[in-house]
């Protein structure tokens, strides 16, 4: 019987070591009796037992108003999700641990992760190597991988009408990766970064593109669907202009989680885009109230180019 995308999704949930299995119990702790289900992915995933790599989770929840204690933040949880919350702590050996955790609920994960998204945050990223730490339920699991199928499938539509011959699994699969992370704002290079995630991986993409497209020939090149390029084309320049302002607004949203919240974030958001803004005091105050103000002023000083 020949494998499936869900097969293969489903032999990514690895073992955590101690560091990374003691944040995913704190953050379900945070929030009791909401959290369905924590998902650990990105480049602390792939580098594993790097003690300086930032952490970063997806937690899913039952509801964001019994999540959140702000009503104004879990509004906007619904509104713009998801919420991204940060947390650091000292370790035994005084190792500083540093982690980002954006909450969404599993209905919306599952939306998002459709054919009828249309901004790559979640199809793009978690069409890529993830791993469910924890799962109230097999029931829920399955849900997660099902969602995770639909991102692969949505990725590569979204590719394959860039494509104007016979490709190789890895760049096929870097072409979509350069593009999604295009509409986000990032501080390395897209196009190496694309490559580096792809080749850390290169059989399990191989065997994803072979369910897609049935097998290579013997060179290994692929023969993808002729598909329209303009409208795809279209569709990831505009991605390009809503994506960027969208993620400044969720993580400004995110500087009320964390002391000193507000200054990191925009130091951040500098070191990304070279922009920063002098947030007034009212801003500085309630930075999540603020944060669709802030992202428009960063907007109009060029931090989305």
């Known amino acids: 019987m020949s494998e499936t995308i869900f097969d293969i999704l489903s032999e990514e949930n690895i073992l955590p ?132 199928e639909n991102s692969v499938r949505h990725m590569a539509s979204q590719i394959t009408p860039l494509i104007s011959g016979p490709i190789k699994s890895s760049q096929f699969w870097a072409k979509g990766f350069h593009e999604s992370y295009r509409t986000e704002l990032r501080p390395e290079s897209s196009e190496k970064r694309a490559i580096e995630i792809v080749e850390r991986y290169e059989n399990r993409y191989s065997r994803i593109t072979t369910v897609l497209f049935g097998k290579p020939d013997k060179d290994g090149y692929y023969l993808t669907p002729h598909e329209t390029r303009i409208y795809t084309k279209s569709k990831w320049f505009i991605r390009r202009l809503i994506g960027k302002p969208m993620t400044a607004i969720r993580v400004i949203n995110s500087a009320a989680t964390f002391d000193g919240g507000l200054n990191y974030i925009l130091m951040k958001l500098k070191n990304h885009s070279g922009v920063t803004i002098s947030p007034t005091s009212f801003e500085k105050k309630h930075p999540v109230i603020c944060s669709p103000i802030m992202g428009w002023k960063l907007w109009k000083k060029g931090a989305f180019k």
């Not at 101690?18 to 998902?39: D, G, N």
Request: aromatic share 12%; hydrophobic share 35%.
């Open 17 to 148: 070591n101690p560091r990374v299995s003691k944040i995913c119990k704190t953050i379900i702790k945070r929030h009791p009796e909401r959290v369905k289900a924590v998902i650990y992915y990105g480049s602390s995933l792939r580098d594993l037992d790097k003690p300086d790599k930032m952490l970063d989770f997806y937690v899913i929840v039952d509801s964001y108003r019994k999540t959140h204690k702000s009503l104004v933040r879990a509004f906007l949880n619904y509104l713009i999700p998801p919420a991204v919350y940060y947390y650091e702590k000292l370790d035994k050996n005084n190792i500083l641990i540093k982690c980002k955790y954006s909450i969404i609920s599993l209905p919306a994960f599952e939306k998002l992760s459709g054919e009828k998204s249309f901004l790559s945050m979640i199809w793009g990223r978690f069409c890529q190597p993830c791993s469910i730490l924890y799962s109230e339920s097999s029931t829920i699991t399955d849900r997660l991988i099902t969602a995770r």
